[in-house]
Each structure stands twice: as structure tokens, then as C-alpha cells.
């Protein structure tokens, strides 16, 4: 397999030359070719291909495969953790959001970093002390491993799906406007290169690329947000005097507007929010890759600062592309802004864009190679995250608790991921295409939503309740799963604007699932598990105290096994 | 193995480690929700009082509000692991040493 390496690797990046160098002679509508953001989009690419070639000579057993060994500190894992929740969706869409609408951003941006605290106070320390390699272990360590197996891999491979399809299609457009690539070149780069950053490196080359990333993001969105506040001589106020003066919104920009009218829609999207990080399996397998528990809420409080960071920069960007991208009709297209009147409207490539004009307004074209290249490698390290946290839960929880019983062969259980890690990786390639055209912006919400409504209320509750049965874990998981779907159907963005039906016929007003899916969940698990008088339900409950201790002090948990 | 379950159950330190760190757990977690939901019911209810303008400027009291929950969200993980650190940590030695002996 690892003979393989190489000639795989030079094969991807050699690709998107070829196709360029096509490209140069049909020219087309595409975006020109940007030499300097290939560039250094190839550096980034080959930099990571040695390290996951470096991880792959050091990942032999399963502990190294899922959780690098659990060798990485606490520094270092609030790096990758932040690296995994900075998306290309959360840069380029924040900064978008605050561009068009302003104090809107600052909602979603909050609303994106409060779940990170209880992440930190009720779930980082105790995942580390009972589990292994994947959440499940922690909700099936004192009940029936086969039913809550089961239930976990299911939430974790729906929220991983949709979570991944939406990076897909967010990544071909992207790099199709970044870098003049066709979009199923660009969709078949990313699924490649993630193939084998996690087949070859698993979670030692996953959490490395994102280390990587996490740093180049942060600094060049510092170096934006600063070079934005020294042409305002670093006085908030004169910027936004600027941007409320050239925003056709004018003043509006500076408070809540329309994007938040129904008060019980944005409850419940906050709940999916807050509840939802605390539910992401490849947000929450990253528990398992530090020594223990004090290094797991070491990390929690690292990621807390920089994504509260982030999105404080980000919110100061998108005011900065108000102010200097809106105003300047080299990023504008003239056609648009002749009808519209409005700079904000006329933005070339769409709202999304605006973070990447920014970068070319304040520091030319070779810092716009570097933040287009940090953006194709933000889709590259998160997709390569969700790709090894849908695998693990196929080869850990699935082949290797529910088939082979607890009892597979180390070995056979990586070989399973790997090919698992494969076919996700066709299967995203070919959904990627075959959503090309479709508006897929729900499904991020979406995987939130399941987050919330199925993984974080069986996680929670098997923690802390000991009234918690498996029946009532079962029931109660699937109702919150199987509600958080139909909701998001029903809901207008999913029945209105992608199913067509007619406006305000959506039988379901929220945006988000979340108030009555939670809800549902907890009410199940609550009431399923009160009502078990099985034998199971005995054991269940008996087996409590045993795993509240070493929840508690970390009396035998997994060891780290890095050399 | 059982009698070494009930013997950390009775050691004063355990006991202590796990009534101070769930109070401070949940105290801190029901701290948050508050203050976001506190906000979420500001932007639904009152949008125009955040859009209240601070002094003679364009800036509104909006602004700081939402980076004070983004910075309160920070400190309280601060508080929480700098507690933990410094006292759960050494009830955890303590409880680890009894164990063993």
C-alpha cells in the first residue's frame, strides 16, 4: 500500500496543471488562471503530502490510526480542533454575511462559539477518561454495546454526510472561481487528496494538516483584520462610519436586521448551534488524540480563544470589504451594479467572495494567492477530519464492536477504515457532482441539527444520568434523528427553495429543527428509559457508578501509547 | 475491584472532586446559556435596542455586546480549566495514591 504513495500523490497534483494548461486555450466565463495562488496552494499540498508520508512510517496500530497516539498536547489540539471548525463555510460565509448585512454576522458568529464552553465544562474531560477512539465508546460503556453501536454510527454517518456534501459542492464553486479549475476537477482534487492524507496517514496526518492550516488562517485573516484597522488609523469607529456611510443598508448595517425576524426560529437555531459542536464526531474524536484529561480541557480552552478570535476578525473583515471592495468597481461587476445601483450586489462571485477581494485590496495579488490557497486547503483539512471520523465509525463501531463482536483483529479493523475512508471518499466525489446545482446551505444546519438532536442528548445523558437505559438511549437517540430530518425537510428552506413548493406553504416554520428535535430526544430517552424494568435496564443502571468514577478521576482509562 | 469501587466512593476526596466539579460545571454551563440566550431574546424582542448608538458615533451598543459574549464565553472556559487545574487535579492525585495503596 504505501508503494502506492507517491505516484498517487504526483498523480492529483499533476492533474490540475494538465487541466490548465487546457484550460489557457478554451478560456471560457471561468475566473483567470491564478499562478500565484497555485503555487502556493502546490507548496501547501506538497508540504502536507510529506507529513502524511512522515505519519504513515509511524502509524501501525489502531491507536495511531484514530487517535495519532495520543500523542498530540494540549497546545497542539486546540489548534486542530480550531482548524476543524474554522471552515472555508465560516470564513468566507461569515465574512459574506457581515458584508451584505452587517451586525447579522456578529449573531452567527456568536452564535458558532458559545457551544465551545460546554463542550469545555461537560463533555471534553469525561469523553477523554471513558472513551478510546470514538464517542460511542463513552455512550456504550455500560449499555448494550450492539443497539447503541448501532445509534451512533447512524448519527455519526448522517451528520458526517450531509456535513461533507456541503463542503463538496463549497469547494468546487470555491476553487473553481479561485482558480479557473473545472468544478468536478476541483471536487475530484479534494476527494483525492483527502483519500490519502487519511488512508495513508490517519489521524497523525489529519491533525497535522490542520495544525498547519489553523495557523496560516489565523495569520493571514490577523493580517487583513489589521491591515483594515490601519487605513482607519485602528479606530473601529471610523471604519464603521465609513461602511454605514457607503452601505446601501446605511445605518441598518450597525443592529440586528431581517435575517432573524421570528423569535422562536432563532431560539432554535441557537440550540442547534450550541448544542450541535457539541455533537460533531470528528469535532469530538479529537478528545481521544491528547494524553488525558487535563490535556483534553487544555484543549477546549485553546480552541475557545482562537475561534472566539477568528470571528472577531472576521466580522472586522467583512466591515473592511464593505468599506474598500464595494467602493472599488475593480471588484465589481459593472452589468450588476449599472441595474443595482448598490456595490454590496454587484460584488464579483457572490457575497462569498468577499473576504478574497479584501485580501487582493489590501495586499495585492500575492496575498490573495496565499488566502485563496488557505481556503482550498481549509475545505482540504476539514473534509479529511469528516472522512476519518465517518471511517473510524464504520471500522470501530460497526465492523469492529457489532460484527466482530469486540474481538477483530487490530490490523483488519485499519484495513476496514482504510477502504472505508475510500469509498466515503467516492461517495462525496460523486454526491459533490451530482449537487453541483442544488442550493445545499441547509445542510449544514442540518448536520448541526442531528448533532444536537441525536449524538449530544445520548451523550449527555449517558454521563450523567444513571436512570439512563439502553432501550430508552435507542428510542430516544432515533426519535431526535428521524424529527431532526423530517424538520429540516419541512422546513422553508428545504420545502420552499429547494423543493419549489409555493411560498409560506412550508408546514413547518422553523429553519431549524433543533427546539422540538432536542426536545423530542430528551423526552424519549427520559421516558423510554423510566419505563424499562428489562433485565438489560438492571444492568444498565448498576453499571453506572463503576463509570461515574472513572469518569470523575480517570482511574483506567486508555493510556497514551505514542513512543 | 469492587471493593476498590466503594473505597473510592467513601474517600473524602472523591466526594469533595465530584460535588465541587459538577456545581461549577453546571453553575458555569446554565452562566452561558443564559447570556446567549439572554442575547438571542435581545435580537428577536428588542433589535432597536441594540441598535441604540453609543455617544454621538455610528457605533450602537450592539457592537460590545456581542463581542462581550464572545470574549464571556472565553473567560468562563478560562475559569473553569483554571479551577480545574489548580484544585481538581491534586484531588485526583490524592484519590489516584489512596487507590493504589
Not at chain 1, 462610519?241 to 431560539?267: F, R
Not at chain 2, 428577536?44 to 470574549?71: D, E, M, S
Amino acid at each position: 500500500m504505501r508503494k502506492l504513495f507517491w505516484p498517487l500523490a504526483i498523480l492529483l497534483v499533476g492533474m490540475p496543471t494538465l487541466a490548465l494548461a487546457a484550460g489557457n486555450i478554451d478560456g471560457g466565463s471561468k475566473q483567470a488562471t491564478n499562478w500565484s495562488a497555485i503555487g502556493m496552494f502546490i507548496a501547501f499540498v506538497a508540504l502536507t503530502l510529506v507529513i502524511t508520508y512522515w505519519a504513515a512510517k509511524r502509524t501501525a496500530s489502531a491507536a495511531d490510526f484514530y487517535s495519532a497516539g495520543g500523542g498530540i498536547t494540549g497546545f497542539q489540539n486546540g489548534l486542530a480542533i480550531a482548524g476543524d471548525y474554522m471552515s472555508a463555510a465560516s470564513f468566507l460565509g461569515i465574512s459574506g454575511l457581515v458584508y451584505t448585512s452587517g451586525y447579522d454576522g456578529l449573531i452567527y458568529s456568536v452564535g458558532w462559539l458559545v457551544g465551545w464552553p460546554i463542550v469545555t465544562f461537560l463533555i471534553a474531560e469525561q469523553l477523554r477518561n471513558l472513551g478510546k477512539f470514538t464517542f460511542a465508546d463513552v455512550t456504550s460503556f455500560r449499555l448494550g454495546q450492539t443497539d447503541i453501536r448501532i445509534l451512533a454510527a447512524c448519527g455519526s454517518l448522517v451528520t458526517v454526510a450531509f456535513y461533507l456534501i456541503a463542503q463538496m459542492v463549497g469547494a468546487g464553486k470555491l476553487i473553481q472561481l479561485l482558480f479557473g479549475l473545472d468544478y468536478w476537477i476541483a471536487v475530484v482534487l479534494v476527494g483525492g487528496l483527502m483519500m490519502i492524507y487519511v488512508t495513508f496517514g490517519g489521524m497523525k496526518a489529519t491533525t497535522w494538516v490542520q495544525i498547519i492550516k489553523a495557523a496560516l488562517l489565523l495569520s493571514g485573516a490577523t493580517f487583513m483584520a489589521a491591515a483594515v484597522l490601519y487605513k482607519y488609523g485602528f479606530s473601529p469607529e471610523a471604519l464603521f462610519a465609513k461602511a454605514t456611510e457607503v452601505h446601501p443598508k446605511k445605518a441598518a448595517i450597525m443592529e440586528p436586521g431581517s435575517l432573524i425576524s421570528n423569535p422562536l426560529s432563532a431560539i432554535s437555531l441557537g440550540l442547534a448551534l450550541m448544542f450541535g459542536t457539541a455533537g460533531l464526531p470528528h469535532i469530538l474524536m479529537r478528545f481521544f488524540t491528547v494524553k488525558d484529561a487535563q490535556a483534553a480541557r487544555k484543549s477546549v480552552f485553546y480552541a475557545t480563544g482562537f475561534i472566539g478570535y477568528f470571528y472577531i476578525l472576521t466580522f472586522i473583515i467583512g466591515f473592511g470589504a464593505i468599506t474598500l471592495v464595494s467602493t472599488d468597481p475593480a471588484f465589481l461587476d459593472s452589468s450588476i451594479l449599472e441595474k443595482t445601483k448598490s456595490g454590496i450586489a454587484a460584488i464579483k462571485g457572490g457575497s462569498n467572495m468577499a473576504a478574497i477581494h479584501l485580501a487582493d485590496a489590501v495586499g495585492g495579488n500575492l496575498f490573495l494567492g496565499f488566502i485563496s490557497a488557505v481556503a482550498f486547503a481549509t475545505i482540504l483539512a476539514v473534509v479529511s477530519g469528516l472522512a476519518l471520523a465517518g471511517a473510524s465509525s464504520i471500522s470501530h463501531d460497526l465492523y469492529g464492536m457489532v460484527i466482530k463482536g469486540g474481538n477483530a483483529n487490530e490490523q483488519d479493523e485499519i484495513r476496514v477504515s482504510k477502504i472505508a475512508t475510500l469509498v466515503l471518499g467516492v461517495l462525496a466525489i460523486f454526491l459533490g457532482i451530482v449537487f453541483e446545482n442544488q442550493n445545499v446551505a441547509f445542510m449544514v444546519g442540518l448536520a448541526f441539527a442531528i448533532a444536537a438532536s441525536c449524538n449530544f442528548p445520548v451523550l449527555v445523558m449517558s454521563i450523567f444520568w444513571r436512570g439512563l437505559t439502553t432501550r430508552g438511549a435507542l428510542i430516544g437517540g432515533f426519535l431526535g434523528l428521524i424529527s431532526a430530518v423530517i424538520g429540516v425537510i419541512l422546513s422553508p428552506a428545504v420545502w420552499e427553495v429547494t423543493l419549489g413548493f409555493a411560498k409560506g406553504s412550508a408546514p413547518v416554520k422553523l429553519d431549524n429543527p433543533a427546539l422540538f428535535s432536542m426536545a423530542l430526544a430528551f423526552a424519549g430517552i427520559w421516558l423510554f428509559s423510566i419505563l424499562d424494568r428489562s433485565e438489560r435496564a438492571e444492568i444498565d443502571r448498576d453499571g453506572f457508578d463503576a463509570q461515574y468514577i472513572r469518569c470523575q478521576t480517570g482511574i483506567g482509562a486508555s493510556a497514551a501509547t505514542a513512543h | 475491584m469492587l471493593n476498590s469501587l466503594t473505597k473510592i466512593e467513601r474517600d473524602p476526596n472523591y466526594q469533595e472532586l465530584v460535588r465541587r466539579r459538577s456545581s461549577l460545571g453546571w453553575m458555569l454551563s446554565l452562566i452561558m446559556l443564559v447570556i446567549y440566550f439572554g442575547f438571542i431574546l435581545l435580537v428577536a424582542y428588542a433589535p432597536k435596542f441594540l441598535g441604540t448608538r453609543i455617544g454621538t458615533g455610528v457605533t450602537t451598543i450592539g457592537i460590545p455586546i456581542g463581542l462581550a459574549v464572545i470574549v464571556l464565553a472565553f473567560v468562563l472556559t478560562g475559569i473553569y480549566v483554571r479551577k480545574a487545574n489548580s484544585s481538581y487535579d491534586v484531588l485526583i492525585r490524592k484519590i489516584v495514591e489512596e487507590d493504589r495503596s
